[in-house]
């Protein structure tokens, strides 16, 4: 038995709609073709990523200080400072400012549930 790595990220959302939105508005995913019920999936690349809505007994409310802390969320942008530049100027909190880092460009935003996901610009 081999593990190749991962394959798949889901964010489990407070309301999946609003979620979606979000991911296909202010950071232009494309929603897959196909899609299972409770979830939307994005066409990214080399992993798929999708919001859902939470399994049984997950309670986003107890999540504290905020849902996924610990858990490191990266996505890769062909401009993370322009990125930056819409969200911040559509009023989405930044966590952490644009900085130069190994990864290029990199920042780190939260998302409408509170989950921080950092954007860098360089593969």
């Known amino acids: 038995m081999t593990i190749t790595g991962p394959d798949f990220l889901a964010l489990q959302v407070r ?4 979620s979606a939105e ?6 232009g995913l494309r929603r897959a073709p196909v899609t299972p019920p409770g979830a939307v999936v994005f066409d990214t690349a080399p992993i798929p990523f999708a919001v859902r809505e939470p399994l049984p007994g997950v309670d986003l409310e107890a999540a504290t200080p905020r849902p996924g802390l610990g858990v490191a ?3 890769g942008s062909d401009d ?3 990125l930056h530049d ?6 989405v909190p930044i966590a952490a400012p644009p900085f ?5 460009r990199t920042f780190s ?3 409408p549930d509170g989950y921080v996901v950092t954007v860098h610009d360089k593969a």
């Open 15 to 18: 309301d999946l709609d609003r």
């Open 22 to 27: 979000f991911y296909e508005t202010r950071l």
């Open 73 to 75: 969320l990266w996505l």
């Open 80 to 82: 993370a400072q322009a």
């Open 86 to 91: 819409d969200l911040a100027a559509a009023g």
């Open 100 to 104: 130069d880092s190994p990864f290029g």
């Open 109 to 111: 935003f939260a998302d």
